[in-house]
């Protein structure tokens, strides 16, 4: 599985962005996805993950209500809008594959994108 996350940009405190991931291949529907983010120096924080069918998510404590995972299967892309966005959300999101979890474990994941940067001002 290849990804491709992109979306990202700069946005001012407050605003919303949605970030997408698209997948190659045509197994992407038997994949749990999830978006962790890191910034330079810093290890890599879980952000949302997403069952198979769409029907299991799991959020960070600290960004629920903010940010939403979605998928659309057909369209082998996954989302994540996050609403109210703050100074402290300035982070590189990079999207991830997980053939058998459902997890907040990076660990878990087994194909990776490249991330796409987040810049939130004042």
């Known amino acids: 599985v290849q990804l491709q996350a992109s979306g990202g940009g700069l946005v001012q405190a407050g605003g919303s962005l949605r970030l997408s991931c698209a997948a190659s291949g045509r197994s992407f529907s038997s994949y749990s996805m999830g978006w962790f983010r890191q910034a330079p120096g810093k290890e890599r924080e879980f952000v949302a993950t997403?069952?198979?069918?769409?029907?299991?998510?799991y959020y960070a404590d600290s960004l629920k209500g903010r940010f939403t995972i979605s998928r659309d299967n057909p369209k082998n892309t996954v989302y994540l809008q996050m609403n109210s966005l703050k100074l402290e959300d300035t982070y590189i999101y990079s999207c991830a594959a997980s053939r058998y979890y459902t997890s907040r474990d990076y660990r878990r994941y087994d194909y990776w994108g490249q991330g796409t940067l987040v810049t939130v001002s004042s």
């Open positions: 997403i069952s198979t069918s769409g029907d299991i998510t």
